[in-house]
């Protein structure tokens, strides 16, 4: 079966060069790196509340799991990553608008700090 490298322009490259693939499919499965809410285009954070920068992340996720022949309606597991859990209910929010009627499973933890001083990360896996 073997693994593939996920890659589309449609979506941010890896961090700074950083050794890590947007996504990788496997098993039937794409396992999405996470995601902040950076602009594709430009490589800077897009948005200074939680709710513009989630619907970035939205984007981006729904871009790389496009390439991989999935989608938003796939996803089976996200984690996120908050710098506040204070901005759940606005994260919130915006997640229940894109992943639809049947949610995947879900971890959200706060953390102390994320790239660029973004305000929320979101990793996700989905069916292929």
Known sequence: MGKTVVRTEKAPAPFQ???????????????????????????EVVGDTIQEQTR???DNLEAILAEAGSGLGRLV???????NLDDFQG???VYAGRVGESPPARATVEVGRLPSGALV?????AET
Request: net charge negative; charged share 15%; hydrophobic share 45%.
């Open 121 to 125: 990360e979101i990793e996700a896996i």
């Open 56 to 58: 970035q992340i939205f």
């Open 77 to 83: 597991k996200t984690t996120v990553f908050l710098t």
């Open 17 to 43: 060069g950083a050794p890590y693939s947007q996504a990788i499919k496997a098993g039937g499965l794409v396992f999405v790196s996470g995601q902040i809410a950076l602009d594709p285009a430009h490589g």
């Open 91 to 93: 994260m919130n929010e």
